[in-house]
């Protein structure tokens, strides 16, 4: 019988931790994917953040590192730097990265590191308990932001995509989710371009994944989905914001 499909070598056989419905585990799998067709899944470094993913070193079979909060970028630079044949990669949430980690993320890509990031998007903070993250939608409510988020006072969204592609030193950047079959294919796309741009050693390459968060959303798996589709990705479009390799090609 011909094997159709079958669970990547570049994951664990250890049970996943996340809620029914978070994206978590479906980007680890596209992660661990695209560094198996790669070749480099034994030859792959992630640096882990605090928040959901904190136990990311448990499902990926290969070498990972637990950073303290939003100190993944400069976890990883040293370990790139160090093993500049590895493939380092970071994968942080949006409170780890685009809160505490703020200052980490830009220096990482104002100096076009040669490591891939992989942001998650969930507009929330997740393992804390529901709290406003730099990512919460306008309107949208948090546990300290109980009426929903005012920009007046709490200020706007940050577009993380945005803001690193005016950058000098990023080679690639993408948006892309996984609310639908054709945006798994389109995330994993994504990820491997952006990792095999780092095997070239061309640069700094970052891959944002807009996801769920469906126990502090207090929405279904289902609905969450929904969510992204018609909240999330309205607000942050998917797409390519930076594309050196491509320009190079005109």
């Avoid at 029914?20 to 470094?45: F, M, W």
């Avoid at 942001?119 to 993250?133: C, D, E, L």
């Avoid at 070239?200 to 992204?228: A, R």
Wanted: aromatic share 6%; charged share 20%.
């Amino acid at each position: 019988m011909a094997v159709v499909f079958q669970k990547t070598k570049a994951l664990t056989d250890v049970k996943l931790h996340y809620c029914p419905g978070c994206a978590h585990g479906i980007v680890h799998r596209l992660v661990a994917e695209a560094l198996e067709e790669l070749g480099e899944d034994k030859n792959a470094i992630a640096a882990v953040p605090v928040g959901c993913s904190v136990f990311a070193n448990k499902y990926f079979n290969f070498d990972a590192i637990q950073c303290a909060h939003g100190r993944a970028p400069a976890t990883a630079t040293g370990i790139k730097r160090v093993h500049p044949d590895k493939i380092v990669l970071t994968y942080q949430g949006d409170g780890d990265l685009a809160s505490i980690g703020t200052a980490e993320i830009i220096h990482a890509a104002a100096r076009g590191e040669k490591i891939t990031t992989i942001f998650i998007n969930n507009g929330i903070y997740g393992m804390t308990g529901g709290q406003m993250a730099p990512t919460t939608l306008p309107g949208m409510k948090a546990t300290t932001a109980k009426a929903g988020r005012d920009p007046k006072i709490n200020g706007n969204p940050i577009r993380v995509c945005e803001m690193l592609s005016t950058l000098d030193g990023p080679v690639y950047i993408e948006r892309v989710s996984v609310s639908t079959p054709a945006q798994v294919t389109q995330a994993k796309r994504a990820i491997k371009k952006a990792l095999e741009i780092q095997r070239q050693g061309l640069g700094f390459t970052f891959v944002e994944v807009v996801s769920t968060c469906p126990t502090n959303w207090g929405l279904t798996p289902v609905k969450s989905m929904e969510f992204v589709r018609e909240k999330m990705i309205p607000y942050y479009p998917l797409g390519v914001y930076k594309d050196i390799t491509a320009e190079e090609g005109k």
